[in-house]
T-cell receptor
């Protein structure tokens, strides 16, 4: 069965520091992978997605993610975090033709001034 | 990116009443929409897949008679929570599937059942 694991429930970083949020997936073939961000009381905004091709994907707001098949990972990175990046981040996988997304449990990012 | 709206953004109702939530794709047509439920500090759980012109497909454990879904047009899907009870209180989020196989999400509807 498809699954997504985000091992970090919450992460705190200082403003200006680099960020990496971890995501591991379980799926037999090459999955479609997504990162979404959710601000408090809001819906989800798509940061980036990987379908195929270049394994380093650039997204909005300065985020990028790298697909590593050997590690079944799709970690999200940002070189310099801004206070406005504080939010909940969800990794998701779509593994079959039904377009259904399976979400990880989320990682809450806190940014220290 | 594609824009999806939901209405209302929040609703409070009495136990036993029904509540309708609308999900609209504003600048694109979507034959497929999805409805999710999110409990506080938890992830999104898919409730059902809404298909324009046909019956919705519900995930295991979701009561189709309680959560009625109607996908009347290519830009509108509605979720009706029938005979709502306090345990139905939650954050309901819809998404619309674009032609590039990407889901764009609405801002969510917070339902509180008293």
């Amino acid at each position: 069965a498809q699954s997504v694991t985000q091992p970090d429930i919450h992460i705190t970083v200082s403003e200006g520091a680099s960020l990496e949020l971890r995501c591991n997936y379980s799926y037999g073939a090459t999955p479609y992978l997504f990162w979404y961000v959710q601000s408090p009381g809001q819906g989800l905004q798509l940061l980036l997605k990987y379908f195929s091709g270049d394994t380093l994907v650039q997204g909005i707001k300065g985020f990028e993610a790298e697909f590593k098949r050997s590690q079944s990972s799709f970690n999200l990175r940002k070189p310099s975090v801004h206070w406005s990046d504080a939010a909940e981040y969800f990794c998701a996988v779509e593994g079959d033709s039904s377009y259904k997304l399976i979400f990880g449990s989320g990682t809450r990012l806190l940014v220290r001034p | 990116g594609a824009v999806v709206s939901q209405h209302p953004s929040w609703v409070i109702c009495k136990s036993g009443t029904s509540v309708k939530i609308e999900c609209r794709s504003l600048d694109f047509q979507a034959t497929t929409m999805f409805w999710y439920r999110q409990f506080p500090k938890q992830s999104l759980m898919l409730m059902a897949t809404s298909n324009e012109g046909s019956k919705a497909t519900y995930e295991q454990g979701v009561e189709k008679d309680k959560f009625l879904i109607n996908h009347a047009s290519l830009t509108l899907s509605t979720l009706t929570v029938t005979s709502a009870h306090p345990e139905d209180s939650s954050f309901y989020i819809c998404s619309s599937l674009t032609s590039t196989d990407t889901q764009y999400f609405g801002p969510g509807t917070r339902l509180t059942v008293l």
